[in-house]
């Protein structure tokens, strides 16, 4: 059975001490990340848009989003009188502290002896491992549902409803796309493990580890859709419409201002950060790359990965337009889920005789029997799938159809499924 | 340490279920609800039951109460309830005598080794090698693979039950009446007439 070896031996001050010494190192590099990122993103964006970007604050303007902090940290801190104080005043951590937490099961390297204590280079190690994750983005949905419901006013509600409807959508295929990673997981290293993200790295290390890397093991449709979905999650562009100021004014945050704004911008940026560390833990090796004279350097390799992650969102931030509210659900119900589910069942599919040994054509069709019969089945589901939306489809075309012509005041209404 | 983390599960349980009852706001009941999720989350992670801890917050914190607030903000019910007005007059003392009922109920069921129903069940700690999680997805896609499976397809029938009755609130014209019929059709009619001359005649009643 898995789990961090520093806890082998007992409890002792040592122990307490290094673990301590994690839990500040782990808050520390978020925070600093954050702060990093958004001058990162705005450094970037204005490269991309052909732009100066910040340049006044400190040396080329690194120091602005210091500078942000500290203003937001001496504004005074409003409450609307319409407002719930005290789930107003909530809702904030309730965004924030999710997602720090959450970065506590990334692996961020190997293993390390301090003072003759062996530990991973991670916080933690839980035995529900990767769960995590969808633990903190489950309880991320109240920082923004109540945050807009306690602000008092409409169209706060109007842009929580319209958020935590995306969010809740977007995390089923989040759910099902990590559901093939654990099972590739379990199949390379027991199953008792699969859940720990420290044997999810170690089962994608190997001799030319990049062949190992999870993208490639599940080829490469898990990550693309791991990746949408994730990106929906944080509600970043192209999914940003959260915040569309054009019909909203600004989405849930609306009435918050001061310290309580900066939590969640802190937690936007801390989702962000979390979440690339984690899709380079599921998809991309995590601290896997090659040595330098024999020596390791995982979180030399790691923090590569994740800078080049970072700035994927940054670019697609700065090139996608923004999606309407119905696309963004067609994409997730209609496509993605689907998907997902089929995708998972291919994968599993070809994991179940892998076991299999032996060389020639045969032994490699008993390997990949079951591979094959998945795939059949997928598509069939797929073309039966396909029929079920264009029936439905245009049966509720009619029923729009029936109700425009048999609005009161005979002029046409407004048809389902756009914005709510 | 067990009892410690036992004790401060149980007395996050009991707040929340008290305030589930107690709070005069649906959203903050709500919330309590979520406290309560969280208490029950600890002791399962004390009982060793990892999964069931994480899916636990998955499911019912993050979906199900989601569920709920969605319902409550739509309806616009997250005002204060009047308590105070109450239509049946022995409601409060004979919902207390149930609910001491049910307390001694459940409290002698648990002396009880055997009670529940016809399959076999145990309770203690997890025996033998291999991780909680592991061993819950082998007898699930083992043992209880038909029971899981039937869960399953009762649930997507629910949910397209659901769906059905919902669409179904327009009455379709072979649903109502002659009389009905005729008398929405000329209301629009003159609707139309009013709002736009060139539409009229578009909606003429069939000849029967």
């Given amino acids: ?420 | 340490m067990d009892w410690a983390v036992y004790l401060v599960g149980a007395a996050m349980i009991l707040t929340g279920a008290l305030g589930v009852i107690l709070l005069r706001n649906p959203v903050h009941c709500a919330l309590m609800l979520v406290f309560t999720m969280f208490g029950i989350f600890l002791e399962f992670i004390n009982q060793g039951a990892d999964f069931l801890a994480a899916v636990q917050i998955i499911v019912y914190a993050g979906a199900v109460v989601i569920l709920f607030l969605f319902v409550i903000m739509f309806l616009g019910v997250d005002r204060k309830e009047a308590i105070g007005a109450e239509r049946l007059r022995f409601q409060r003392p004979l919902a207390i005598l149930l609910g001491l009922v049910a307390l001694v109920e459940i409290l002698a069921l648990s002396r009880v080794d055997h009670w529940v129903s016809g399959a076999p069940a145990q309770s203690g700690a997890l025996k033998g090698a291999g991780s909680n999680v592991a061993k819950l997805g082998q007898s699930l896609y083992t043992g209880y693979l038909l029971p899981f499976e039937m869960t399953a397809a009762l649930l997507v029938i629910a949910v397209v039950a659901a769906v059905v009755m919902s669409r179904r609130h327009q009455p379709s014209a072979g649903e109502m009446s002659p009389a009905a019929q005729k008398e929405l059709r000329e209301s629009h009619q003159s609707a139309l007439s009013a709002s736009d001359p060139s539409l009229a005649g578009r909606l003429e009643a069939p000849s029967e």
């Fill in chain 1, 1 to 420: 059975m898995g789990g961090d070896p520093l806890f082998a031996h007992g409890l002792s001050l040592a122990v307490w001490l290094i673990l301590l010494g994690k839990v500040v190192a782990v808050f520390v590099i978020v925070l600093v990340s954050v702060l990093f990122m958004v001058m990162y993103e705005r450094k970037a964006v204005a490269w991309l848009g052909v732009r100066y970007g910040p340049n006044r604050a400190g040396p080329n303007g690194w120091l602005q989003s210091l500078a942000d902090g500290t203003k937001l940290l001496f504004k005074e801190a409003f409450t609307p009188r319409t407002a719930d104080k005290w789930v107003y005043k909530l809702a904030p951590y309730l965004m924030l502290v999710p997602i720090m937490i959450a970065f506590s099961i990334v692996p961020m390297g190997g293993e390390i002896t301090i003072a003759h204590h062996t530990t991973y280079v991670q916080l933690a190690d839980p035995p529900w491992g990767i769960l995590f994750l969808l633990m903190a983005s489950g309880i991320a949905v109240y920082g923004v549902m109540l945050a807009g419901w306690a602000s008092g006013s409409k169209y706060p509600l109007l842009g929580s409803v319209r958020a935590s409807a995306q969010l809740i959508s977007y995390e089923a295929v989040l759910g099902l796309t990590t559901a093939t990673v654990v099972m590739v997981t379990g199949n390379a290293s027991g199953f008792g493990d699969a859940l720990h993200t420290h044997a999810i790295v170690a089962a994608q290390s190997g001799h030319l580890a990049f062949l190992h890397w999870n993208f490639i093991h599940t080829a490469f449709v898990s990550f693309i859709l791991f990746t949408i979905a994730i990106t929906a999650e944080m509600t970043r562009p192209p999914f940003d419409l959260v915040e569309a100021e054009e019909e909203l004014s600004g989405g849930y945050n609306l009435e918050y201002s001061s310290i309580d704004f900066a939590w969640f911008y802190l937690a936007e940026y801390a989702a962000l950060v979390t979440n690339s560390a984690i899709l380079v833990t599921l998809w991309f090796g995590g601290p896997n790359g090659p040595t330098v004279f024999g020596h390791s350097i995982g979180p030399f390799w790691f923090a590569v990965k994740v800078l080049v992650v970072l700035y994927l969102y940054v670019w697609v931030r700065a090139t996608l337009p923004r999606l309407r509210y119905d696309q963004l659900m067609d994409l997730g119900w209609k496509r993605l889920i689907p998907f997902a589910l089929a995708w998972l069942m291919i994968v599993a599919g070809f994991q179940v005789t892998n076991n299999v040994s032996g060389s020639g054509f045969g032994h490699w069709l008993a390997q990949k029997a079951w591979g094959f019969v998945a795939i059949g089945a997928a598509i069939v589901l797929a073309v039966l799938f396909l029929r079920a939306v264009e029936v439905g489809g245009g049966a509720s075309e009619v029923e729009t159809a029936q109700q425009d012509r048999l609005a009161p005041d005979g002029r046409e209404v407004a048809r389902r499924g756009g914005t709510p």
